[in-house]
């Protein structure tokens, strides 16, 4: 670790395997997140996220092994929020690195309009269809496995071969549909919350399906999970401190800012972890919470930055850069990476708290490694807050509102 800067600004590097940490931090606060206890770090280990990482890959193997025996050339997901926001994040950043061999589709919504002109547009005979739902009884979901089965069955699509049900195996509505129908269903961990879910079977199936090796996404979660467990978690710890300090500063909107095309459904992924994560009320009513927005660099440096550099200084930024690309255009790259250094100087020169992930090769390793810290840092980030990380009282609320 080495620290250099200026009195205003410190910058400290942590440099692991798969990317290299380092801050610009100018917050006042220096309370510091205290280590991890055996006790606690014996907590980490139960987590449900972490027991995924280290579940034998066959127990998915000969489901995927049967679908990838047919062949198509479209794969549907339908899933709400953290059903299939892990998914396109990880699609998206494998299909750049050419591993892909399907047309991945997400439908993540309920827009009657959009869903006609895909069922419009999509050859349907050609597509293999994938339903996730944690609980199997949202109404989003009950709905369109309604309409999608309405369009299969006028296009006389076999659904005992062409569509795949991953859910909770208790009593729910896609449960009793797929008994019904006979539909092929994964059952998956019911401990595990949605948008903890990007590395488990939730998002490794349709991954696996589309053509990209989840087990290459896992291994890198799992090195890094172990590489941090010899370091006592210091380098997630570290950077849950970061945000807190800065959140005690006043600085409550938290940006997110990749400078690579293919990282951007990662910051969609990041808002959910961050606001369903954070954004708590307290049982003395106190309301509290870190805001996540996704920008995009070097595009937004054109719409955005002019606010988070002269407006209120209720911000930090978290840059992610990767240094090797392929297939890129050397030119283009290069000008990108300037970029983003001449954007971090100056919201030096603004004193704006950032953070930078610099990724040295965007490959199944790497993310599996950046979600797994993402991860772990709004767990310890909550933690210093007193909330609850795995919780969504509010998102629970408005389904109650909308069942009754």
């Known amino acids: 670790m080495g620290i250099c800067g200026s009195k205003m ?36 280990d139960n987590l449900e996220l972490i027991k995924e990482l280290y579940k034998d890959p066959g127990l998915y193997k000969e489901s995927t092994d049967f679908i990838k025996k047919n062949r198509y050339s479209n794969l549907v997901v339908f899933g709400m929020g953290g059903s299939s ?35 419009k547009e999509i050859k349907i005979k050609d597509s293999f269809l994938i339903f996730v739902s944690k609980s199997g009884d949202t109404i989003e979901i009950k709905n369109l496995v309604k309409e999608t089965f309405k369009k299969i069955s006028e296009k006389k699509v076999n659904h005992h071969k062409q569509v795949l049900f991953i ?18 269903t994964f059952y998956i961990n ?104 996704n920008y995009l660099g070097p595009r937004d440096q054109h719409s955005q930055m002019q606010l988070v550099l002269d407006g209120p200084k209720n911000k930090t930024i978290t840059f992610i850069t990767v240094r090797k690309s392929q297939e890129s255009n050397k030119r283009l790259e290069s000008l990108a990476l300037l970029e983003q250094a001449a954007t971090l100087e100056a919201t030096k020169e603004r004193k704006i708290p950032s953070v930078k992930f610099e990724i040295k090769k965007l490959d199944g390793p790497t993310l599996g490694s950046i979600f797994l810290v993402f991860q772990l840092t709004v767990i310890l980030l909550a933690r210093n807050l007193n909330i609850n990380p795995f919780n969504q009282p509010a998102v629970e609320l408005i389904k109650k509102r909308l069942e009754s």
Not at 167 to 184: I, M, P, W
Not at 231 to 254: H, M, Q
């Open 9 to 44: 600004v410190k910058k400290t590097f942590f440099d692991l395997k798969y990317w290299r940490l380092s801050y610009q931090n100018t917050s006042k606060n220096r309370s510091k997140l205290r280590s991890l206890s055996k006790s606690e770090i014996k907590e980490l």
């Open 85 to 119: 926001l892990g998914t396109k994040a990880i699609f998206e950043a494998s299909n750049y690195s050419k591993k892909s061999k399907k047309n991945l589709h997400i439908v993540n919504n309920i827009d009657g309009e959009s869903f006609e002109k895909f069922f």
């Open 167 to 184: 859910t909770e195996s208790r009593e729910s509505f896609l449960h009793k549909f797929a008994r019904a129908k006979k539909v092929q």
């Open 190 to 293: 019911e401990n595990l919350g949605g948008r903890f879910s990007a590395l488990s079977p939730s998002s490794m199936i349709p991954c696996e399906l589309a053509g990209i090796n989840s087990q290459e996404i896992l291994i890198g979660a799992k090195d890094t999970y172990d590489k941090l467990k010899t370091l006592k978690f210091t380098p997630v710890i570290k950077l849950a401190n970061f945000y807190y300090n800065n959140y005690l500063d006043g600085r409550d909107i938290s940006v997110l800012m990749p400078y690579k095309d293919n990282l951007n459904s990662f910051g969609e992924w990041f808002m959910q972890l961050w606001g369903e994560s954070l954004g708590k009320q307290r049982q003395n009513k106190k309301n509290i919470g870190l805001t996540p927005i």
